[in-house]
């Protein structure tokens, strides 16, 4: 009978975390989870292993026997594979699969025109792509690297930087013609101003005005869950949408979308990372080549290099 797919290192990473910092909320901190994504996968090592692990009565965490016997012998399971990784990565050629998590936008506009040219330098790694707007967490997901921009909040993840992106305000030529070109923030209140469902993605337009950045509440008659889908809608003419300079320069270069209400940018910059669990030293060969290759490949303004 076939088993089902586990990913057990993870699951002993976590409680020996749990275990080693005294608490789910500590050990997700060092994790970069959350305590409840923690505590349900220690639930499920539980349920499969078919016996309580830790005692959770009182605030301070107890482990049961059977929950210190798998501790001890963890702990010596994850030294062995950090020791076998190490051998096989010192000289090794890059050869494996790699999970990289990116947003719909990066993953359309930058990845995936870059994708080709990494098979062809390393024939021998597999990529498995997964694009979502939403911040995933990279041990749930079963992720090597995640592509995030904007600041990074702390946490036990690594972070190498990608390069940066600028945001603009955009409009089809269609739309403008139709509804006219706002030219200050009173006339920007009078248009369509297409936003997100999400809440990582900010509910206000940045504005600067006299000196001062305002925020312009973004009120449409459609929110999207991703920014592809919000720069498809505005090229179709049905509104502005405020995006990624990496995001919609081709539709600049174009002409698809105008940049609009320029002299009120507050030229505000977010950062593109590509962030991992780990140790820079200790990464196997396959995830080091893909990193090394955004970096080198993609430009400061978050584009892939020609």
Same mark, same amino acid.
């Given at each position: 009978?076939?088993?089902?797919?586990?990913?057990? #290192? &993870?699951?002993?990473?976590?409680?020996? %975390?749990?275990?080693?910092?005294? #608490?789910?909320?500590?050990? =997700?901190?060092?994790?970069?989870?959350?305590?409840?994504?923690?505590?349900?996968?220690?639930?499920?090592?539980?349920?499969?292993?078919?016996?309580?692990?830790?005692?959770?009565?009182?605030?301070?965490?107890?482990?049961?026997?059977?929950?210190?016997? @798998?501790?001890?012998?963890?702990v010596r399971v994850l030294a062995d594979m950090d020791e076998a990784e190490?051998?096989?990565?010192?000289?090794?050629?890059?050869?494996?699969?790699?999970?990289?998590?990116?947003?719909?936008? @990066?993953?359309?506009?930058?990845?995936?025109?870059?994708?080709?040219? @990494?098979?062809? %330098?390393?024939?021998e790694v597999t990529l498995d792509i997964s694009l979502t707007d939403r911040?995933?967490?990279?041990?749930?997901?079963?992720?090597?690297?995640? !592509?995030?921009?904007?600041?990074?909040?702390?946490?036990?993840?690594?972070?190498?930087?990608?390069?940066?992106?600028? %945001? *603009?305000?955009? $409009?089809?030529? =269609?739309?403008?013609?139709?509804?006219?070109?706002?030219?200050?923030?009173?006339?920007?209140?009078?248009?369509?101003?297409? &936003?997100?469902?999400?809440?990582?993605?900010?509910?206000?337009?940045?504005?600067?005005?006299? &000196?001062?950045?305002?925020?312009?509440?973004?009120?449409?008659? *459609?929110?999207?869950?991703?920014?592809?889908?919000?720069?498809?809608?505005?090229?179709?003419g049905l509104g502005l949408a405020r995006l990624s300079r990496y995001h919609?320069? =081709?539709? !600049?270069?174009?002409?698809?979308?105008?940049?609009?209400?320029?002299?009120?940018?507050?030229?505000? #910059?977010?950062? !593109?990372?590509?962030?991992?669990?780990?140790? =820079?030293?200790?990464?196997?060969?396959?995830?080091? $080549?893909?990193?090394?290759?955004?970096?080198?490949?993609?430009?400061?303004?978050?584009?892939?290099?020609?």
């Open positions: 009978m076939p088993r089902i797919e586990v990913n057990r #290192s &993870g699951e002993m990473e976590a409680f020996v %975390q749990v275990v080693d910092r005294g #608490s789910f909320s500590a050990g =997700a901190r060092v994790l970069g989870m959350t305590p409840s994504a923690v505590s349900k996968l220690i639930v499920r090592l539980e349920a499969r292993l078919g016996t309580q692990l830790v005692h959770r009565s009182t605030r301070k965490l107890q482990l049961t026997p059977e929950g210190r016997n @798998f501790y001890e012998r963890s190490r051998c096989a990565a010192a000289g090794a050629l890059p050869r494996g699969r790699v999970s990289i998590n990116a947003s719909v936008s @990066f993953g359309h506009h930058v990845l995936a025109p870059l994708v080709p040219r @990494f098979t062809r %330098q390393h024939p911040v995933v967490d990279l041990m749930e997901e079963r992720a090597d690297v995640a !592509i995030r921009w904007g600041e990074l909040p702390p946490s036990e993840l690594v972070a190498r930087r990608l390069g940066s992106t600028r %945001q *603009v305000i955009v $409009a089809s030529p =269609a739309y403008l013609a139709r509804y006219g070109t706002p030219r200050t923030p009173e006339e920007l209140e009078a248009h369509n101003r297409l &936003g997100y469902t999400h809440r990582r993605r900010s509910a206000e337009w940045a504005l600067r005005v006299d &000196g001062r950045t305002i925020e312009m509440p973004t009120v449409g008659n *459609v929110r999207v869950a991703d920014g592809e889908t919000l720069r498809v809608l505005a090229v179709a919609v320069q =081709a539709d !600049i270069d174009a002409g698809r979308l105008v940049p609009v209400m320029e002299d009120f940018n507050p030229g505000d #910059s977010a950062p !593109i990372h590509a962030v991992y669990l780990g140790k =820079a030293g200790r990464l196997p060969a396959r995830v080091r $080549a893909l990193l090394d290759f955004l970096v080198a490949n993609v430009t400061d303004n978050g584009r892939p290099r020609p």
